[in-house]
């Protein structure tokens, strides 16, 4: 049940190309798949052949690594939820509210469900010419962002380990360019926008496999570029593989990071010789049948008045806001609500408004009103339990509010990770509770099974396994927090060494979750991240 977040990533953000593109006929479509939910902006059968394509991917991942047929035992709530609509300018305009940023898409993974934003298109452009065209090549497909991302999350959820980075990221760019075809899909082919990183930048397995702790010119494209290279040549060529499965039960048991490629890979000079082949000959690829070879199911249905009026608001709110936007979107969601009394959907979106911008007397009762319409509605449901839970923080009475409010949403979805989560939590940051029931206990644990992509959920479950002194399952969950260079893992190395040698208070202090409720202003914020920096500093860590 032990995983780990890849890369430390709670959202990662990709450059795309710009391109020319032929307008369509568009409308607000949702489509529906057995791990997909989609809102596109588009014609029926664009959105239709994409939310398939996603669902062919999840089928190669599965057949790929050997993780099998879906068995069920996901509950629904972890179907990624994916919106599509618009340009790349668009992304980047909600990314990080600059149009002009480059950025084209990214995923965000939340116990409360995950979301993914990526473009219909890339930017629309006018003219040619012979260097447009070269750049437009260099560029990433806007597909790739997501099936990259995909790839991060399906293995939190089948496959997880403290995988290097250079690997969890080479493996994710083997699946980012999948091609289907009808009855077979093709994966190895070089991804263009890796092909320049490639032919540049020198192999290097050391600098590869244990980077330097300071970033250089030649780390993203050595994890990236040089990460697809390895990754394609372990998993595509039968004779290495199976080998990662010994590089990391060698790195599990302390060896040495070179150490441990010797052991797995035998001599690197032969490796390396084999990736100079490999990096300067043809693409090795191959062509694979699919497992089922009946088209993915798809339920779709063009979005009413009252659901495509919210999209705007569900965006932006599902993207996440700062306090101006926040106060914005109540505006916004008022006059959505005053338009559509009795939309579930558009209640829905103003709840969420309305709980980001902490207004939780109003976002109670949006939660109130949902649930009376529709009593089985666990995102009401855990709105409500999380507007006591958050109201906690200076009225001590609402832990026990919040409690049984958690409680009632897990009656109504016993397998949705956040009122496991929240319930946990409500015993958890309780002064007045000595010890937390094995009960709140046990949902944790089940909360992490179904979100170790949440690092919430992860932090809370490292915390409870140091409390319980069980240290080895508190490194494996943890990992994240000590592997890898940077100033989070240098520090988060240093308390766990701390906390091995006794002093056990600094570790569990530092890894314990906030109180949702505590409210801090950005002045508070770059407080807490000078004092991490000093910390750091003292520890001996490199700061930037």
């Given amino acids: 049940m ?41 014609s029926e059968e664009a959105t239709i052949d994409y939310v398939q394509d996603l669902e062919r991917l999840d089928e190669v991942l599965r057949l790929m690594t050997g993780v099998g047929a879906d068995d069920g035992s996901l509950p629904p709530s972890t179907k990624v939820t994916v919106f599509r609509y618009g340009q790349t300018r668009d992304m980047a305009a909600l990314a990080v ?97 890796r092909s320049a990183s490639l032919a540049t930048i020198p192999l290097d397995l050391e600098a590869t496999f244990d980077p330097p702790a300071q970033r250089d010119r030649y780390t993203t494209g050595r994890t990236y570029a040089h990460g697809w290279l390895i990754a394609s040549h372990l998993n595509l060529n039968p004779e290495r593989r199976g080998q990662m499965t010994g590089y990391m039960q060698a790195i599990a048991e302390g060896r040495p990071i070179m150490e441990a490629a010797e052991i797995a890979f035998g001599d690197l000079d032969v490796l390396y010789d084999e990736l100079e082949e490999f990096r300067t000959g043809r693409a090795r690829t191959l062509r694979v049948p699919y497992a089922v070879q009946a088209e993915p199911e798809v339920e779709i249905r063009q979005l009413n008045d009252d659901e495509e009026a919210r999209m705007e608001l569900m965006i932006r709110s599902k993207r996440g806001v700062d306090e101006d936007e926040a106060e914005r979107l109540v505006g916004v969601a008022r006059n959505l609500v005053a338009e559509y009394p009795n939309s579930t959907a558009v209640l829905l979106a103003a709840l969420e408004a309305e709980f980001d911008a902490r207004n939780y007397d109003e976002a109670e009762s949006l939660a109130q009103r949902v649930l009376e319409i529709d009593s089985e509605n666990t995102t009401a449901a855990y709105y409500y339990a999380d507007v006591a839970l958050r109201r906690s923080f200076e009225d001590p009475t609402q832990y026990e509010v919040a409690r ?35 009960g709140a206990k046990a949902a944790l644990e089940t909360s992490f099974a179904y979100a170790a992509f949440d690092g919430g959920v992860r932090r809370a479950l490292v915390h409870m396994l140091l409390l319980e002194q069980r240290d080895d399952a508190a490194r494996v969950v943890g990992a994240e927090y000590i592997t890898g260079n940077g100033i989070g893992p240098c520090v988060y190395r240093h308390y766990f060494e701390q906390y091995e040698n006794g002093d056990r208070e600094k570790l569990l202090e530092e890894i314990r979750p906030d109180h949702p409720g505590e409210y801090l202003d950005e002045d508070a914020r770059e407080a807490q991240r000078d004092e991490f920096r000093e910390e750091a500093e003292a520890l001996g860590c490199e700061v930037d």
């Fill in 404 to 438: 049984d409010r958690f409680v009632d949403a897990n009656l109504m979805e016993n397998d949705h990770p956040y009122p496991l989560y929240g319930y946990y939590l409500s015993y958890l940051l309780d002064p007045s509770v000595d010890e937390v029931p094995e």
């Fill in 2 to 42: 032990f995983k780990r977040i890849f890369g430390g990533f709670t959202a990662v953000l990709l450059a795309l190309g710009l391109t020319a593109q032929t307008a369509a006929a568009r409308d607000w479509y949702r489509a529906e798949s057995a791990h997909f939910i989609l809102y596109s902006e588009d």
């Fill in 97 to 193: 509210g600059n149009r002009n940023a480059g950025i084209g898409g990214f995923f965000i993974p939340r116990a409360t469900g995950a979301v993914a934003f990526v473009p219909r298109q890339r930017n629309a452009r006018t003219g040619r010419s012979r260097q447009r065209d070269f750049d437009t090549a260099m560029q990433l497909e806007p597909k790739a962002v997501l099936f990259h991302e995909y790839v991060h999350y399906f293995m939190f959820q089948h496959a997880d380990a403290p995988y290097p980075l250079w690997y969890s990221e080479g493996f994710a760019e083997l699946f980012s360019n999948l091609q289907f075809e009808e009855d077979y899909f093709i994966i190895g082919e070089v991804p263009t926008w």
